[in-house]
Each structure stands twice: as structure tokens, then as C-alpha cells.
């Protein structure tokens, strides 16, 4: 059974661009976590998602930032018109139902130049 | 809020000895979890050991334990028998139980492992 699969591992974007970020949870994993990694900081929680639903998005910015978890597919974290304070390392983390521990993936390095 | 403090920035030890990290929280909850998890250089977040807080046991795992101070809101973490494949950050995390369920994390302890 494979882990949490994160792609790509290093994503390099001008200011202005979009930012895609996939996690493939992990097989028959439902639940889906998205974490932000600012240097030298914790782990901080973004938003929670069932299949196609979003459950608690309390931590997302407001603007320029949406995330999906489709039926059918991996969940994306979409950054739209990246800026350098959005340079940071994401993590994605999966669960098969609510009260289980969570697994996490090697998370996604985004860079803003 | 729950918040998450780890004071020590920094640490260091000896390999084969013991080290202690320490962490205190804040919540007005009663039934939680608490974690610690190990980030080394790879970024994969790894989970050491957990902690449910209606246990007054200690949690142990291998050469890594707990103590866990309910009312203080104390979670300490010692690493036992140092080796030098410990070094990494280590992170103190909370959860509630119910809701979202989503971890508050400290800022984290960069232990080093001497040889």
C-alpha cells in the first residue's frame, strides 16, 4: 500500500502564476488534510476534505486559494497569482475516517522568484 | 484557541544518552489527543508517539516515552539510548477529539546527536 503521494516534491513559480499541488491519499482513504510549512515554523492546518466535499477550511487565506478533492482523482491545492509570502513547504495528510490517525506525505517545496 | 509552545528552539546530545524536549499546551478541552512527530531533513512528517488525554498512563514507545502532566498541560518527550539517526525536528501537535479534527503544532525542537 502506498503512502500519501505528493507531487511534485519542488515547484518553482514567478509571482503572478498559478500553483497546482496533488496528494494522492493513501488506498481507501477518504479524508484529506492540507498543512503549510512556513521556514523556520510549525506545521500550520489549511483545510480538511471528505470526497468532494470541504469540511473545514478554517486556515485558508481568503483570497487566491482553493482546494478540491473530486470523486474521482487526487486532491488539488490551487494557489492562484502566487506571491513570495506563499513560498513554503505544504503538506497533505490522509485518514480512512474521522478519529484515525492521519499519514502524511514528503510535502511539496514551492518557491515564488 | 489551543495553542502549542515548545520553548527549546535547540538541543543537543550525546549519542547513547538521554534527552528530554519539553511542550506545554493550551485548551479548555477535556478529551484530546497529543503527539510528537519527527521531521528529518527528507520533510516526511514521521508520528513517534501519541498520547490520549483520559489515559493517565504514559505513552512508550521503544526507547521513546512521555510524561504527560494533565493539569500542568505538560508533554514532555525523552529519547532514551541516543542514536544519531534521532536527529531531526521534533513537534509537539495536539488534537481535539470530534470536529475536524486537525493538529495544532509547535514550532519545533532541532535536536542534534552527537557522536
Redesign the interface.
Known sequence: NAGVMQNPRHLVRRRGQEARLRCSPMKGHSHV?W?RQLP??????MV?LQKENI??E??MPKERFSAEFPKEGPSILRIQQVVRGDSA?Y?C?SSPR??L??F?G??T?LTVV | AQT?TQSQPEMSVQEAETVTLSCTYDTSESDYYLFWYKQPP????I?VI?QEAYKQQNATENRFSVNFQKAAKSFSLKISDSQLGDAAMY?C?YRV?G??????????TKLTVNP
Open positions: 488534510y498543512y523556520e515554523e510549525g506545521l500550520k492546518f480538511y469540511i473545514d478554517s486556515g513547504a503538506f495528510a474521522q478519529g490517525e492521519a502524511f514528503q510535502g517545496r | 502549542v527528507s520533510r516526511q512528517m508520528l501519541r513537534f501537535a477529539k470536529g475536524s479534527e486537525k493538529l495544532v503544532f509547535g514550532k519545533g
